[in-house]
């Protein structure tokens, strides 16, 4: 089991918000893309951050989109698409999702409006 599992989301939350603000986007746009994700409004995402849920309980209570199969590319050196276990792949899935958002992408294509 890797370790990031038993991390309290509230932990790795301010690490995506530092790194999409340093890179000139904001928290509104962060969470609106962990709800495309995970379908946690405002008010659900901050339930969770204030009961200190684990990522595995975080991405367990989450309703996955439909669309989040089409998230491809690589993170860490890894293929999304080939990660074998189901939690990793929606926690790379989430860090790809960030890393478009960082590097400028618009909502339009993160959130795969085309498809």
Sequence with gaps: MSRIFTASFAWVYPLYV?????KGRSKAELDQV???LTGF???GLRSHLDAGTT???FFADAHLNPHASSI????CGVRVEEVEDPLMQKIRYLDKLVDELAKGKTMDKILRISQ
């Design 18 to 22: 530092k790194k999409v603000e340093r």
């Design 41 to 43: 409004d405002e008010s």
């Design 55 to 57: 990522v595995e309980g």
């Design 72 to 75: 491809t590319g690589v993170v």
């Design 34 to 36: 962990i709800e495309w």
